[in-house]
């Protein structure tokens, strides 16, 4: 996930510089039952409460699989598929390096797994916020091409000094997007396919503003990063959500 304020004090690395190996070998057995219990939990909580292409990438990249999947058999799927592939990472990486990965077809996944006493709470997104939240939708061949274009849009916008307009589509759409189909509301994001707890939240709640979704009111909507969303975007359609960000093209974005 992206933080609100982007901050460095050093010259911009290449994103290749962050990407460690994953040494899948050194997870556990008791990583591996934690990855299933939330994985067994998380499906059963999504059941129709997301959009349904991110169950056909969950089946296609055959990530029922128990345990914690290997990027190298993740890869050997998805980048035949749409060209993405997935680099293993620390942790967070900065919002200049993310953005120049996502326009290279590359997403990072962390190389560990949040504790057994730490099933809802994170300080930084781990390999199951990113592997089961993001990488399923990467297999759908609009969304990936739309999530690239989110990587040049940021690119673009943190050279120009305006990081946070990109930040915020980003996090209105890939992360805590919502996106109608056959006439309901479901989950497109990432951050909320991921959660237990925002996951119906977001749908369900009477106490959250859920306004359209548009690039422009994403572009100047605020967010939180360490808190349940105060409102949440709404396209028509994940179609809609991938057709409006992908018409976007960077000096529209600095305009907005
Ligand atoms: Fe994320």
Redesign the pocket.
């Known amino acids: 996930?992206?933080q609100e304020t982007i901050t460095r004090d050093r010259p911009v690395g290449s994103w290749q510089d962050y990407v460690v190996p994953q040494c899948w070998e050194a997870f556990t057995p008791d990583d591996h039952a934690v990855w299933d219990l939330l994985f067994m939990r998380q499906v059963k909580l999504l059941g129709s409460r997301v959009v349904s292409d991110f169950f056909d990438g969950i089946d296609l990249l055959k990530l029922t699989h128990p345990g914690v999947p290997d990027v190298e058999g993740l890869n050997a799927i998805l980048e035949p598929r749409t060209g993405w592939r997935t680099v293993a990472v620390p942790g967070l990486v900065p919002d200049d390096i993310f953005f120049a990965m996502l326009s290279e077809r590359v997403f990072p996944v962390g190389n560990f797994i949040r504790t057994r006493d730490q099933l809802d709470y994170l300080e930084a997104?781990d390999c199951f916020?990113?592997m089961f939240?993001?990488i399923p939708m990467l297999a759908h061949h609009n969304y990936a091409e739309m999530t690239r274009h989110v990587g040049e849009l940021g690119a673009a916008a943190i050279g120009a000094g305006q990081g946070h307009k990109a930040a915020r589509l980003y996090w209105h759409s890939?992360?805590f997007g919502l996106a109608r189909e056959h006439g309901e509301i479901k989950i497109l994001g990432?951050?909320l396919a991921?959660s237990f707890g925002e996951a119906h939240f977001s749908l369900e709640s009477d106490q959250v503003e859920r306004l359209p979704f548009t690039v422009e009111r994403a572009v100047n909507t605020h967010y939180k990063h360490d808190a349940f969303q105060p409102r949440y975007l709404v396209s028509e359609s994940l179609e809609q959500t991938v057709a409006e960000v992908l018409r976007l093209t960077p000096a529209e974005l600095l305009a907005l």
């Open positions: 996930m992206l997104p916020h990113d939240g993001h890939v992360e990432a951050g991921s």
